[in-house]
């Protein structure tokens, strides 16, 4: 068990990380933090930041020095820096856990291993493989890069099996996977933690809306059928047991017309669709990962106020950034923002969260928010 006073790491210092070191320090421990970008939000906030490469070893061997344990803010961290830092001080999640997350084809995959119904989809090295995936899946379909993908980069649409050649040339990428698309019918995430002692718990499930391969809105509690949610959840605890996961964990599901559940994609930390938790639950996504990492017991997860989180994108600020007058003294609305110095289309700048007796009232203070921004219309 790690107690307050010592010193956490955490590798990667965006909106993310900067939540868990806000968490990590009003709990009294100490947080350094390694990014490459001088103007991380985490910096602002950590008590050190090594600007520095994700796998220079000279930083990595001072954060194993100075911390008694390391997280991650991303799956996307290199293995062998994994690797390093495990063989010298407490690691969690681990190294397997991101090195799945890592590969779309290696995580769906794993969860067929494990009796979990993913989409059709087909592994693409060469071209005899995009002859037989033109065969064997149905179109439209969705062709992804394997790696570094997320919020809709790394994917193309593809119309009809006579396009994919084309689009699979477009990609430029040595793999990628195909995926079929679904008749979807809803989205939604389970956010769970898992200490190393194997206890779990889950925050209740968010039902979440996309814009442009963008998460946009998250609606707690879900609007999906119980028997649903027990699924999902079985099937998080069933990827944690696998895993012999400790830390907080996001799955996404999608329903498929007619009730079907398939895992979409995990995500090994704290994510986007659980920012409602820092102001809607007794215990936020964030407390659970200082908790998981330094050994403690986990916290209460209840619900104490149906809530509504909407992203701000960096769009907002090219038609003149949104009206924080309306924002800041709205009394159901709670405002975070990260601090980024740049804003960019489609870039995570904030989020707010609108709580109210019931997600249908929040979800209308948010419609009405931004209609009287104009934006989203499309």
Same mark, same amino acid.
């Given at each position: 068990m790690i107690l307050p006073g010592a010193t956490l790491g955490i590798l990667g210092g965006g909106q993310l990380g900067?939540?868990?070191?806000?968490?990590?320090?009003?709990?009294?421990?100490?947080?350094?933090?390694?990014?490459?970008?001088?103007?991380?939000?985490?910096?602002?906030?950590?008590?050190?930041?090594?600007?520095?490469a994700y796998d220079d070893f000279s930083a990595l061997a001072l954060l194993a020095d100075h911390c008694a344990a390391v997280t991650a803010e991303f799956e996307n961290v290199p293995a062998s820096a994994m690797i390093y830092l495990e063989?010298?001080?407490?690691?969690?999640?681990?190294?397997? *856990?991101? +090195?799945?997350?890592?590969?779309?084809?290696?995580?769906?995959? @794993? #969860?067929?291993?494990? $009796?979990?119904?993913?989409?059709?989809?087909?592994?693409l090295r060469q071209e005899d493989d995009v002859a037989l995936a033109a065969r064997k899946l149905s179109f439209p379909a969705i062709l992804k890069t394997t790696r570094?993908?997320?919020?809709?980069?790394?994917?193309?649409?593809?119309?009809?099996?006579?396009?994919?050649?084309?689009?699979?040339?477009s990609l430029n990428t040595p793999e990628a996977i195909l995926e079929s698309r679904i008749n979807l019918v809803q989205e939604f995430s389970v956010v769970m933690a898992r200490s190393v002692e194997g206890m779990m718990v889950f925050y209740p499930l968010a039902e979440n809306r996309h814009h442009h391969a963008v998460l946009?809105?998250?609606?707690?509690?879900?609007?999906?059928?119980?028997?649903?949610?027990?699924?999902?959840?079985?099937?998080?605890?069933?990827? *944690?047991? +696998?895993?012999?996961?400790?830390?907080?964990?996001?799955?996404? @599901? #999608?329903?498929?017309? $007619?009730?079907?559940?398939?895992?979409?994609?995990?995500?090994?930390?704290?994510?986007?669709?659980?920012?409602?938790?820092?102001?809607?639950?007794?215990?936020?996504?964030?407390?659970?990962?200082?908790r998981a990492l330094c050994g403690l017991s986990?916290?209460?997860?209840?619900?104490?106020?149906?809530?509504?989180?909407?992203?701000?994108l960096g769009d907002l600020w090219e038609e003149g950034g949104p009206d924080w007058q309306k924002l800041l003294q709205h009394p159901q609305i709670k405002v975070h923002l990260y601090g980024k110095k740049e804003a960019r289309p489609g870039r995570k700048m904030g989020h707010v969260n609108a709580l109210s007796s019931d997600a249908e009232q929040a979800l209308a203070?948010?419609?009405?928010?931004?209609?009287?921004?104009?934006?989203r219309q499309d």
């Amino acid at each position: 068990m790690i107690l307050p006073g010592a010193t956490l790491g955490i590798l990667g210092g965006g909106q993310l990380g900067q939540m868990f070191t806000l968490a990590a320090r009003r709990m009294g421990y100490a947080v350094w933090v390694l990014d490459p970008d001088p103007d991380c939000p985490a910096a602002a906030v950590a008590d050190h930041h090594l600007c520095a490469a994700y796998d220079d070893f000279s930083a990595l061997a001072l954060l194993a020095d100075h911390c008694a344990a390391v997280t991650a803010e991303f799956e996307n961290v290199p293995a062998s820096a994994m690797i390093y830092l495990e063989a010298r001080i407490p690691v969690h999640p681990g190294s397997t *856990a991101l +090195a799945i997350a890592q590969d779309r084809a290696r995580e769906k995959t @794993f #969860f067929q291993d494990i $009796g979990l119904a993913v989409a059709p989809f087909a592994l693409l090295r060469q071209e005899d493989d995009v002859a037989l995936a033109a065969r064997k899946l149905s179109f439209p379909a969705i062709l992804k890069t394997t790696r570094f993908g997320y919020d809709g980069k790394g994917q193309q649409n593809v119309g009809t099996a006579s396009e994919l050649p084309a689009a699979w040339a477009s990609l430029n990428t040595p793999e990628a996977i195909l995926e079929s698309r679904i008749n979807l019918v809803q989205e939604f995430s389970v956010v769970m933690a898992r200490s190393v002692e194997g206890m779990m718990v889950f925050y209740p499930l968010a039902e979440n809306r996309h814009h442009h391969a963008v998460l946009d809105l998250s609606i707690v509690p879900a609007r999906v059928p119980e028997a649903l949610q027990n699924q999902a959840r079985q099937g998080a605890a069933r990827i *944690a047991e +696998a895993l012999n996961y400790v830390g907080v964990l996001a799955v996404e @599901f #999608f329903v498929e017309e $007619g009730g079907r559940l398939l895992v979409n994609e995990m995500a090994p930390r704290p994510h986007n669709s659980g920012h409602y938790t820092i102001d809607a639950c007794v215990s936020s996504q964030f407390d659970q990962q200082v908790r998981a990492l330094c050994g403690l017991s986990l916290a209460d997860t209840r619900l104490l106020s149906p809530v509504v989180m909407m992203n701000l994108l960096g769009d907002l600020w090219e038609e003149g950034g949104p009206d924080w007058q309306k924002l800041l003294q709205h009394p159901q609305i709670k405002v975070h923002l990260y601090g980024k110095k740049e804003a960019r289309p489609g870039r995570k700048m904030g989020h707010v969260n609108a709580l109210s007796s019931d997600a249908e009232q929040a979800l209308a203070v948010l419609e009405t928010l931004r209609q009287d921004w104009n934006w989203r219309q499309d």
